[in-house]
């Protein structure tokens, strides 16, 4: 079972990965409502999606996509009854899962990820909850952390998520198929909000435990180390990973300057792509990323 771990100097909490997963579907839930990609009128948006889908054949997943649409498009313009509606709903099944899991799109020559426009558009759309889903979701393996005065407030946004029911406690589930589910796994909240309540003197770094776990080398900075690095006293390998992280990944800091402003690469949502002035927002967006300081 994968795990989200909180680690500090002083302690580590661990989350479910069922709650990881989880919060995956929150963090994307406002681009799939942006999307709209419906059954009923979903063609259309489909059309609309793919367009900035290069048809790639060397790109297997653009090219079945494609495919797919020719196939929707030519059930629409038939004109035998009865009509299968079993291409279309079969290019919306497959587009919905292929902008989850990741799909290059191409905008005014300028090239976005998928799963970073949705993750944005939780950051525009969404509480804070809601963004901070976004952000353990997109960025726990790259070790997203919260410095030690801001522990409180990263609490207190997964307090009001808690009692909201947008995170979970837990949940119930059945040994059996069919059974009564009368099992409860614990997610994990708990000890994740007693480890950043404990103090405000400490970060806190997260990892994923199908990745590597904090501190690390790479993190430091110091792989060239090799296995010396484990010869490290454990104090050093803290201090030297945090430097690492405040030095050349800014962009992981949790706090409440960054939760929204901070954005999965180029600041690109849903809505710019589907806007009128698409090409121009985009462009936009490219500029301010190369104008930005180093």
């Known amino acids: 079972m994968s795990r989200v771990y909180f680690h500090s100097p002083s302690g580590d909490a661990e989350l479910r990965g ?11 839930g406002p681009a799939e409502a942006a999307w ?53 709903r079969h290019l919306i099944a497959w587009l919905r899962t292929c902008l989850r899991s990741g799909l290059r799109l191409v905008v005014a020559g300028v090239e976005l990820r998928s799963t970073n426009v949705a993750l ?13 889903a976004a952000k353990i979701s997109g960025w726990c393996e790259a070790h997203c952390w919260v410095e030690g005065p801001e522990r ?20 119930w589930y059945s040994d059996m198929p069919a059974g009564p589910r009368d ?6 909240w708990e000890q994740v909000l007693d480890l950043l309540r404990a103090r405000d003197d400490e970060p806190v770094v997260m990892s994923y435990s199908a990745a590597v776990r904090f501190p690390n080398a790479a993190a430091a900075g110091q792989e060239s180390l090799g296995d010396r690095w484990y010869d490290l006293p454990k104090s050093e390998q803290w201090q030297a990973a945090m430097d690492g992280l405040r030095r050349g990944r800014p962009w992981a800091r949790l706090a409440p300057d ?8 180029l600041p690109v949502t849903v809505y710019d792509l589907l806007a009128p002035d698409r090409d121009d927002r985009v462009r936009a967006a490219a500029d301010q990323e190369e104008a930005a300081p180093l």
Do not use: C
Not at 41 to 70: E, K, M, N, Q
Not at 120 to 132: C, E, K, M, Q
Not at 152 to 171: E, K, N, P, Q, S
Not at 183 to 188: E, H, M, N, V
């Open 18 to 28: 069922s709650e990881y997963a989880w919060l995956g579907s929150v963090a994307v």
């Open 120 to 132: 944005n558009t939780a950051l525009v759309a969404g509480s804070d909850p809601v963004r901070l």
């Open 36 to 88: 709209d990609l419906d059954q009923r009128h979903g063609l259309d948006r489909a059309r609309d999606i793919l367009a900035l889908v290069p048809d790639a054949p060397d790109d297997p997943t653009s090219a079945a996509l494609h495919t797919y649409l020719r196939k929707a498009e030519e059930q629409e313009r038939a004109t035998m009854r009865p009509i299968s509606y079993e291409p279309q």
């Open 152 to 171: 409180a407030w990263l609490a207190d946004i997964i307090d009001t998520a808690l009692t909201a029911g947008l995170y979970r406690w837990g949940l």
């Open 258 to 265: 960054t939760l929204s402003d901070v954005t999965f690469g």
């Open 183 to 188: 099992q409860w796994s614990d997610q994990g």
